[in-house]
């Protein structure tokens, strides 16, 4: 028998369930994590790619950035490409108009959650309440239902993961990073880490500096010609994930 300071008696194997289930909790909280591995991948399936799909889709993350977005815009116009942005609540909260340029300029909207936290490190209410936030706030907005998306960093907790589930949103992550938020990145370091375009691949870059190097979107903006002049070359069209999951015959 184990006395415990509340003077308690706990008999040995309810001591080692008490011990236990906080790990249990840790662990459960934590497991979605591992979508990038096996067997989360599994457990807690997302979009990386689209496989079968004669397009690449382009993706863009924390924004709309106010400096950054008309550059953007006109530049993928140029380029006759399309992409998805996935935009944090607080962004759109202090810029509306932002996420109505990009829809209005035939682009998609996803969401990033409402701040830009580790969902991991928030306790589940916290994350359930980032990520109802953020919805309120996207599709205030935009005047449209939220269908896709993208947790910060890439990582769920088990709240996020179930609460994403609830929502009836598509979870999107990436296969393709362009690592286009590194202090050193350059056009030829984000084109180097995007690789060679596949049929459904979803690359990752950043339209915004918010959460990542200052000034960074303007590398990224100057890796982008040369990014689309490959993909044409593949015979591979830049388009948002939703033009990926809706392409006909995949
Ligand atoms: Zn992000």
Redesign the pocket.
Known sequence: MLRFAAGVNVAPRARWLLLALPLALAAAHASPTLTWRWPGRYLFPAVRHVPGVRAVGLTF??GPDPAALDPLLRQLADLGARATF?V?GEQVEAWPAGVRAILAAGHEVGL?GYR?DRHRRLPPWAAIADLRRGRAIVEDATGRPVELF?P??GTFSLATWLEVRRQGWTPVLWNRDGRDWAPDATPATILASLGTLQPGDILLL?DSDR?GTPGSWRTTLAALPRLAERAAAAGLPLRSVGELLRWEGR
Do not use: S
Request: charge should be negative; charged fraction near 25%.
């Open positions: 993350d924390d996935f944090t990033h830009h993208r910060p960093y950043h959460y």
